[in-house]
DNA sequence: TCTGGGGTCCTAGGACCC
DNA sequence: TCTGGGGTCCTAGGACCC
């Protein structure tokens, strides 16, 4: 049977979200209505544009670009902050709205949502009920969304991709020549600023172009990705509306630092607070790794990353942090750094390992964690002396302002 | 001139075993 | 002395998404 998909996705996310929440705290301004962006700190070397006002987009600013070059093609540029906790609230508050119209919704991310509503029509029309919740929305929560309709996830998402704000868009498998066929291909969903070049070297320009590309030549050339983009371009998409909160795969945190660091000394304290972050939001859930990975990015913008298995899984902080120093001794080369990340793979949960005898962590060490957490808990994690050497360091400046 | 942070999935090559 | 494959596991890096 024919599926009946809607893929909701919230018109500028971050600037609308930012927007409302300082009306509601009685601001005379509506961010969206003045040359805007949402974005980093330029100082902590983080400032780039997060999103951006109609206004500010006019001007030529870019989603990604260094806010310095935004602040050159738009002077009168007004940078905020973002603030996720309050990006959390309206996406919770937009799910909880979804969640009257169908049981089988899948957040694909905080501003993103697919429906399946095959089963909960209940004699309606699809685009009714699309046209009807984007009115809600705007109504009731006081941002916008655009809305894809069709009958798989894809085409529901790249319907809600065209014309914006504030828009209800089909897709279905015999408007696909018109609507979508025309576009270029770097339009089509999961194709990249890598793949894209190739493809037009190929003589192939847009995703009509891609569709009538045999099939075998493309899978010759990129492999799966070939397949899918094939498929994707023929308006082919079997996968299911995902409504299981899934557990993550990998846990890992980076950070930028406000200037190089010229030694491995420099190093040290970032990867005792990325190791408290990374163990706290394992051990939070239940979960426990057996990879670590540590990444450095120099001055000059060269990543490279190295990993090594634990010789069992853990979620102690003491035991990633051994194995992560150990990998940064062995992976550093003496150079000045940019970034900084730490990140578990293999994570498995806690209750399905057995606790073995060789285990050389402690309950000690394991009482620690727990006792830290709770901390992290109540206070957040400014709190911790021990989690904290970087980010008070990160924070001193900003605080000391503020107080 | 300056370039975030959080993820997932895939691939290629090397080591090792049978 | 010179010659196979197949399979698994592991690692580093790349491409893409929001």
């Known amino acids: 049977m024919e599926r009946q998909i809607l893929h909701v996705d919230v018109n500028n996310a971050f600037l609308s979200w930012t927007a409302i929440n300082m009306l509601e705290n009685g601001s005379e301004i509506d961010i969206r209505t003045i040359p805007a962006i949402i974005g ?93 919740i984007n009115r809600r ?12 309709v069709a009958h798989n996830k894809l085409l529901a998402k790249m319907a809600s991709d065209f014309q914006k704000p504030d828009k209800v868009h089909t897709l279905f498998e015999e ?67 995902n409504n299981k909160v899934e557990l993550p795969k990998s846990i890992g945190n980076s950070v930028t630092l406000p200037k190089d660091l010229m030694n491995i000394s420099e190093i040290h304290p970032v990867l005792v607070a990325l190791a408290e972050k990374v163990g706290y939001r394992l051990r939070k859930y239940k979960l426990v790794a057996k990879v670590v990975n540590v990444q450095l990015r120099t001055k000059d913008f060269v990543d490279y990353s190295h990993q090594k298995r634990l010789p069992f899984a853990t979620s102690s902080t003491k035991e990633i942090l051994k194995l992560a ?35 050389s962590v402690s309950s000690k060490q394991t009482n620690l964690d727990k006792a830290l ?20 360091k990160l924070n001193n400046k900003k605080e000391k302002n503020e107080a």
């Open 373 to 392: 957490d709770q901390l992290t808990n109540k206070y957040g994690a400014a709190s911790i002396t021990r989690a904290s050497r970087l980010d008070i």
């Open 137 to 148: 929305v705007k109504e009731e929560l006081k941002f916008t969304v655009n809305i894809g």
């Open 175 to 241: 408007e696909l020549a018109d609507k979508m066929w025309t576009l270029p291909a770097s339009e089509l969903f999961m194709l990249g600023r890598k793949t894209v070049p190739k493809l037009l070297n190929m003589q192939i320009k847009t995703i009509g172009d891609i569709a009538k590309t045999d099939k075998m030549l493309l899978v010759k050339k990129f492999g799966k990705h070939g397949q899918m983009m094939w498929e994707y371009a023929n308006g082919i998409d079997n996968s299911p509306v």
């Open 40 to 132: 980093g700190d330029e100082e902590k070397r983080s400032g780039i544009v997060l999103a951006k006002s109609p206004i500010a987009k006019s001007f030529g600013v870019v989603t990604g670009e260094p806010i310095y070059f935004a602040k050159k093609k738009c002077p009168e540029l007004q940078v905020f902050r973002g603030d996720f906790e309050v990006y959390h609230n309206y996406s919770n508050k937009l799910y909880n709205l979804l969640l009257e119209y169908t049981d089988i919704i899948e957040r694909f991310s905080i501003d993103e949502c697919f429906l399946d509503m095959t089963n909960y029509l209940m004699g309606r029309d699809l685009k009714s009920v699309a046209c009807e």
């Open 325 to 359: 120093n150990e990998i940064l001794e062995m992976m550093y080369k003496n150079e000045p750094i940019r970034l900084v990340g730490l990140r578990v793979d293999d994570l498995e949960s806690e209750d399905e390992i057995q606790l073995s005898m060789f285990s």
